[in-house]
């Protein structure tokens, strides 16, 4: 069946640090690809998203690229914020949303 | 503000109980998903409504039953309530009743202590 696995948190960085957190996915067909964000007390919100292999979606200084061929949609972001503390999380849709485990981010000032 | 409301923000109940959870989605959508957000099971897809009828069917117990009213509001029925039923229960909406095509909005969510 479908699946998605990311990186176990959590994940702690320094203010304007590079951030990088991995995601895989297992699947038949061709789902599209999905970064949610959940903050504290929260519910989730969509960041990114990619419907077919080689799209990068992009928001907020965030980007994910669509790749087929290593089955992944790693999240990127070039310089991270105090305000980017949040949970993570990758998901995969085809007949109905699976979402990865979570990963929690910590950024400190 | 994603526009999905839920009630009540905070449940506690007790085991053998039976509660009622509900969802308002957005203006003009026409599906509902209920998600529930342990910490063992992580988020798990319960089921999805498309403008009143069953759409896709996840990891749902029997003892759980949801259903959308024709005003488009959904209600998530968990009965003969459980220790493990303990959970964050979120609901979300979409425009279109395809998963891989719509983005999901979703509500605050309902916390459900079970004692």
């Known amino acids: 069946g479908n699946s998605v696995t990311q990186m176990e948190g959590p994940v702690t960085l320094s203010e304007e640090a590079f951030l990088t957190i991995n995601c895989t996915y297992t699947?038949?067909?061709?789902?599209?690809l999905f970064w949610y964000v959940q903050y504290p007390g929260e519910g989730l919100q969509l960041l990114l998203k990619?419907?077919?292999?080689?799209d990068k979606g992009s928001n907020k200084g965030f980007e994910a690229t669509y790749r087929k061929e290593t089955t992944s949609f790693h999240l990127e972001k070039g310089s991270v914020q105090v305000s980017d503390s949040a949970v993570y999380f990758c998901?995969?849709?085809?007949?109905?949303?699976?979402f990865g485990p979570g990963t929690s981010l910590s950024v400190i000032p | 503000d994603s526009g999905v409301t839920q009630t009540p923000k905070h449940l506690i109940t007790a085991t053998g109980q039976r509660v009622t959870l509900r969802c308002s989605p957005r203006?003009?959508?026409?599906?509902v998903y209920w998600y529930q957000q342990s910490l063992d099971q992580g988020l798990q897809f319960l089921i999805q409504?498309?403008?009143?009828?069953?759409?896709a069917k996840g990891n749902i117990l029997e003892r759980f039953s949801a259903q959308q009213f024709p005003d488009l509001h959904s209600e998530l029925n968990l009965s003969s309530l459980e220790l493990g039923d303990s959970a964050l229960y979120f609901c979300?909406?979409?425009?279109?009743?395809?998963?891989?095509?719509?983005?999901?909005?979703f509500g605050p969510g309902t916390r459900l202590t079970v004692t």
């Open positions: 979300a909406s979409s425009v279109g009743p395809v998963q891989s095509s719509y983005e999901q909005y």
């Open positions: 699947a038949t067909g061709y789902p599209s």
């Open positions: 990619a419907t077919k292999a080689d």
């Open positions: 998901a995969l849709a085809w007949d109905k949303v699976i």
């Open positions: 203006s003009g959508d026409l599906s």
């Open positions: 409504y498309y403008n009143g009828e069953e759409r």
